[in-house]
């Protein structure tokens, strides 16, 4: 895909949603960092109902770990894998109080230090909470990425690369929003929505679904 293409992408859904943001509910750093940890395999929409509960009760480091491991679980239950990542959590906050005076550092070394945090999850952060242009790809980036010829790659990482070199730099901040979102409720796995899409002219994926 050549440079003026993948402008004219990033111009359209620009124009279509100047102010993308993630779909999950927060109201600080801290509390996108555990929405983040929690929605590894589930849906932001079950992630927000758990969390909204939650950070009703403890919206801190401090907080989460008065509730205990046990008490977590009870909050979170209603989500994936809740035993591993309510130990992470923990653990977690327990790093955050003891080494970052319960703040949520903004370097990606030292918070992919932190159980449950890999590169994915940092770069949602650094980019979410403290406006860094990195490009979390997950799954529906990396099927858009792919689909439409705009950063192919056969990794995450290799997928990363290509879209932090190939997207312009006014771009980068809300790039990640942007795909994403447009894979999830577009350019969907089964069967994307091609008649609906805005950037149908400009993407080269050969099997396009138009009706």
Same mark, same amino acid.
């Given at each position: 895909?050549?440079?003026?293409?993948?402008?004219?992408?990033? %111009?359209?859904?620009?124009?279509?949603?100047?102010?993308?943001?993630? %779909?999950?509910?927060?109201?600080? #750093?801290?509390?996108?960092?555990?929405?983040?940890?929690?929605?590894?395999?589930?849906?932001?929409? =079950?992630?927000?109902?758990?969390?909204? +509960?939650?950070?009703?009760?403890?919206?801190? #480091?401090? =907080?989460?770990?008065?509730?205990?491991?046990?008490?977590?679980?009870?909050?979170?239950?209603?989500?994936?894998?809740?035993?591993?990542?309510?130990?992470?959590?923990?653990?977690?906050?327990?790093?955050?109080?003891?080494?970052?005076?319960?703040?949520? #550092?903004?370097?990606? %070394?030292?918070?992919?230090?932190?159980?449950?945090?890999?590169? +994915?999850?940092?770069?949602?952060?650094?980019?979410?909470?403290?406006?860094?242009?990195?490009?979390?790809?997950?799954?529906?980036?990396?099927?858009?990425?792919?689909?439409?010829?705009?950063? #192919?790659?056969?990794?995450?990482?290799?997928?990363?690369?290509?879209?932090?070199?190939?997207?312009?730099?006014?771009?980068?901040?809300?790039?990640?929003?942007?795909?994403?979102?447009?894979?999830?409720?577009?350019?969907?796995?089964? +069967?994307?929505?091609?008649?609906?899409?805005?950037? %149908?002219?400009?993407?080269?994926?050969?099997?396009?679904?138009?009706?």
């Amino acid at each position: 895909m050549n440079p003026r293409k993948r402008r004219e992408i990033f %111009e359209r859904l620009q124009a279509e949603n100047p102010q993308p943001t993630t %779909e999950l509910q927060y109201k600080t #750093p801290f509390e996108l960092l555990i929405a983040v940890i929690l929605s590894a395999q589930a849906t932001d929409k =079950g992630v927000n109902k758990a969390t909204e +509960k939650l950070f009703n009760q403890a919206s801190t #480091p401090r =907080g989460i770990l008065a509730l205990g491991e046990d008490g977590l679980k009870e909050q979170i239950k209603t989500i994936g894998l809740y035993n591993s990542k309510a130990k992470n959590i923990i653990t977690t906050c327990r790093i955050l109080v003891e080494k970052h005076n319960s703040e949520v #550092p903004t370097d990606r %070394e030292a918070l992919e230090a932190l159980p449950g945090v890999g590169r +994915k999850t940092a770069n949602v952060i650094l980019n979410t909470a403290f406006g860094q242009p990195t490009i979390a790809v997950d799954t529906h980036i990396f099927r858009v990425s792919n689909r439409t010829g705009l950063a #192919p790659g056969k990794t995450v990482y290799e997928v990363e690369k290509k879209l932090l070199k190939f997207v312009p730099e006014e771009f980068k901040l809300d790039a990640h929003h942007w795909l994403i979102l447009h894979g999830r409720y577009v350019c969907t796995a089964r +069967k994307p929505r091609c008649n609906a899409c805005i950037i %149908e002219d400009l993407c080269e994926y050969k099997q396009k679904s138009l009706d």
